[in-house]
């Protein structure tokens, strides 16, 4: 697996617990669901689905949302710390190098 695989089924285990984690607070991110998606057929594309890496991500994204979502409403129980750890979430997605055409 060379770093461009890596970098792109990191990218989706954060895309995915930040979708997860907000699903369980009630809240419903419909960009987070399009870059989501994009990220998961470039996956498909590349046939990274089908790798111990992918398996492992599933796992630990629903580990990590269950945990955030949780933090989120200890911290904060009329859901307004769902909004920092959205706008994180987006940060580091932000952060990220630009996508390159297939």
Same mark, same amino acid.
């Given at each position: ?21 907000? #699903? ?8 987070? !669901? $399009? ?13 990274? #689905? #089908? ?10 994204? $629903? ?23 959205? #706008? ?13 055409? !297939?």
């Amino acid at each position: 697996m060379n770093m461009d695989d890596s970098r792109i089924i990191a990218r989706f285990q954060s895309l995915t617990t930040g979708f997860m984690a907000a #699903k369980r607070l009630g809240q419903w991110r419909p960009d987070l !669901a $399009d870059e989501l998606y994009r990220t998961w057929v470039e996956l498909e594309q590349r046939g990274l #689905k #089908k790798t111990p890496e992918y398996r492992n991500v599933m796992l630990r994204a $629903d580990r990590q949302a269950w945990w955030l979502a949780g933090l989120t409403r200890l911290s904060s129980p009329d859901s307004c710390g769902a909004l920092s750890l959205f #706008k994180e979430i987006e940060c580091n997605a932000a952060l990220r190098p630009p996508q390159q055409a !297939a």
